[in-house]
Each structure stands twice: as structure tokens, then as C-alpha cells.
């Protein structure tokens, strides 16, 4: 599995948009990248996931560029309640166990 | 939305003991996983089920684990004689089809916290 490497914490302000980038460098032609939440005592939530250039949906949206290394996830206008741990997965698509790394804490403030 | 639900949220038990841990899948989902954090530190992959059987399981899986889907909606974590380094919370999580990290992805119940004193 690829290797991935996020901040381990953020801040920000209720409002403002939050972009939090993940390196992959070691990226495979078949892994995809996925994205999950996790508010404190909860499980995983998968937020978004994408193969290439730009996903969006009601959540979020994903940026990847063309060498696929790296991939940025934007929450846009986040509220206090976007205050959780963020996990950037990279790995193949069709079954296979998820492994968590430590993930991007954000603290999200009024 | 559908849910994964789990019971109890929260169990404690005295070391030696053994614990059930369940969970009722999303209905129409096939495959089952168990994940654990202990506090502090990663999710951690425990054990896939898939057809009555396990099809795939980490090293943290050993004999003292089992999984069982005892009827069409459960799906239980038993843990026997638990040890202090136990205590962790306990994720059950369900998907069809098989999901990997380009499928949709896995929904995850949210938890029992087990402490073992």
C-alpha cells in the first residue's frame, strides 16, 4: 500500500475553507484515494474518494493532479461540528481491509 | 440512511472474562469487518467475513477472537478471556460489494467501547 503522509493537526474558523493535503508519492496505477471522518467516540465515516483531477460532492471535494502523488481535500465553509480526525486512505480499488494512519486532526473555532 | 448498528456502547468486564460484542450489518450488505482503536491511536483491522467464513484476518486475530453471524442479521466479536490491553473501542462495519478504497466505501457502526479492569 501506498505510503501517506497528512498533517497531523489543522485549525481553523467557522466559515472559512479548509484544504488538507495528503502525499502519496509511492501512488500505484490502480490505487484510488479515499477520505474518511471520524468524530471523537464514532466510527470512520467515508467522506469522498477519487482516481483523478476533481471530485465534489455535498460534502467535500477531492483535487488530484495529473501525477497523482499528492491530493488535497477541501471542505468548504466548515462549522464547529467539522471538528473530527481526517484519514487519507490510498489503495486498490476492489475488496481489500482499509489501513487507517494517524490522520489530519482539525479544530474547527468560532 | 441505512446504519450500522452496534451493541452495547459501552462494556466493561473484569479481566479473564469473556465479552460478546455485536452488530446488526446493513441489510443488504455481504461482507463484515471488525476494526479496533485503543485510545489514542489508529483504527486497526481485526478481521473481514464473508460467507458464513472469515476471508481475511491481521495478526492482532488471534485464538483468543472469533467472529460468528449467528442468524440473517447479526454479527458478533467474541473475545475470549480478555486482557487489559483489550480496552479499545470496537468498530463493526459492513459493505456491498466487497469495497476497497474505490468503491463507495465501507459504513461503519459507531462502536463499543470495551475496558477491561
Known amino acids: 500500500l501506498a505510503k501517506t503522509t497528512q498533517p497531523i493537526s489543522m485549525d481553523s474558523y467557522e466559515g472559512q475553507e479548509v484544504n488538507i493535503t495528503c502525499s502519496h508519492n509511492?501512488?500505484?496505477?490502480?490505487?484510488?484515494i479515499t477520505w474518511y471522518q471520524q468524530f471523537p467516540s464514532q466510527g470512520p465515516r467515508f467522506i469522498i474518494q477519487?482516481?483523478?483531477t476533481k471530485v465534489t460532492n455535498e460534502v467535500a471535494s477531492l483535487f488530484i493532479p495529473a501525477d497523482r502523488k499528492s491530493s488535497t481535500l477541501s471542505l468548504p465553509r466548515v462549522s464547529l461540528s467539522d471538528t473530527a480526525v481526517y484519514y487519507c486512505?490510498?489503495?486498490?480499488?476492489?475488496?481489500?481491509?482499509?489501513?487507517f494512519g494517524k490522520g489530519t486532526m482539525l479544530l474547527v473555532s468560532p | 440512511e441505512p446504519e450500522v448498528t452496534q451493541t452495547p456502547s459501552h462494556q466493561v468486564t473484569q479481566m479473564g472474562q469473556e465479552v460478546i460484542l455485536r452488530c446488526v450489518p446493513i441489510?443488504?450488505?455481504?461482507?463484515f469487518y471488525w476494526y479496533r482503536q485503543i485510545l489514542g491511536q489508529k483504527v486497526e483491522f481485526l478481521v473481514s467475513?464473508?460467507?458464513?467464513?472469515?476471508?481475511?484476518k491481521s495478526e492482532i486475530f488471534d485464538d483468543q477472537f472469533s467472529v460468528e453471524r449467528p442468524d440473517g442479521s447479526n454479527f458478533t466479536l467474541k473475545i475470549r478471556s480478555t486482557k487489559l490491553e483489550d480496552s479499545a473501542m470496537y468498530f463493526c462495519?459492513?459493505?456491498?460489494?466487497?469495497?476497497?478504497?474505490?468503491?463507495?466505501?465501507?459504513?461503519f457502526g459507531s462502536g463499543t467501547r470495551l475496558t477491561v479492569v
Open positions: 462495519a459492513s459493505s456491498d460489494p466487497p469495497q476497497g478504497y474505490g468503491d463507495g466505501g465501507y459504513t
Open positions: 477519487g482516481y483523478k
Open positions: 509511492n501512488i500505484a496505477t490502480n490505487d484510488y
Open positions: 441489510s443488504n450488505h455481504l461482507y
Open positions: 486512505l490510498v489503495g486498490p480499488t476492489g475488496y481489500s481491509t482499509l489501513t
Open positions: 467475513f464473508y460467507n458464513n467464513e472469515i476471508s481475511e
